[in-house]
Nanobody
Framework: QVHLVESGGGSVEAGGSLRLSCTLS????????MGWFRQAPGMEREGVAA????????FYADSALGRFTVSEDISKNTMYLQMNSLKSEDTAMYYC????????????????????WGQGTQVTVSS
């Protein structure tokens, strides 16, 4: 059984930083996509950043470029999302997602082929 557990959410003022963590338990394969999606109240869910594991590349939504960094620590089975220069519009529930690695970008493949989701961690940015 695969489980994804997020942590690191919280409340921060605009311009501040947070680092989210997602720890995966259970075996999913050596080359997969993992990513971060978010959903604010009344809004559609959107992909923020993703990584193809084992050095396969990173992928970002335009809203995250230059501010967010996704990374992995394979030894800890953990993915991170470093979020800097946070804005009020970043306020949302953030979910960790895992899915197969395909020929498409991981953000694209996870949008339609995600296999596992975490419970989510809330990020609130006050202006």
């Amino acid at each position: 059984q695969v489980h994804l557990v997020e942590s690191g959410g919280g409340s921060v003022e605009a311009g501040g930083s947070l680092r989210l963590s997602c720890t995966l338990s259970g075996y999913t394969g050596s080359n997969v996509c993992m990513g971060w999606f978010r959903q604010a109240p009344g809004m559609e869910r959107e992909g923020v950043a993703a990584i193809r594991t084992n050095g396969g590349g990173t992928f970002y939504a335009d809203s995250a470029l230059g501010r967010f960094t996704v990374s992995e620590d394979i030894s800890k089975n953990t993915m991170y999302l470093q979020m800097n220069s946070l804005k009020s519009e970043d306020t949302a529930m953030y979910y960790c997602v895992e899915g197969p690695s395909t020929w498409r970008s991981c953000l694209s493949s996870l949008s339609s082929e995600a296999r596992y989701w975490g419970q989510g961690t809330q990020v609130t940015v006050s202006s």
